[in-house]
């Protein structure tokens, strides 16, 4: 099991932090790294990565929905929707969409 989201991302710091009322604040990941050229990243990819990564628990919450939808064909659902919401929130977005 995973540490429960929501996760965020802390730009000042560079990490990763699980914020939830049960489990209090817990650190996930501090975002850096190298190319393959021993490069440092660039603020704007490690920024992106940090994104992908916070943005984690919601997108494996919406491909459940979408998963158990699909399966039990429940209520009216708008796959296309929600993925379009996690997409945004991967990219950055504060905003997502879940039933």
Known sequence: MHTPGPWTY???????????EEHGSGWIAVIGGNDSNN??????????NARLI????????????????????EGNFSVVELCHSL???????SQWWIT
């Open 10 to 20: 802390d730009e000042s710091t560079n990490e990763i932090f699980s914020l939830t």
């Open 39 to 48: 490069v440092p990243y660039a603020e704007e990819t490690k920024t992106a």
């Open 54 to 73: 916070s943005a984690a628990p919601e997108l494996l919450d919406g491909l459940r929905q979408i998963a158990h939808k699909q399966k039990t064909g």
């Open 87 to 93: 997409i945004a929130r991967a990219e950055g977005g």
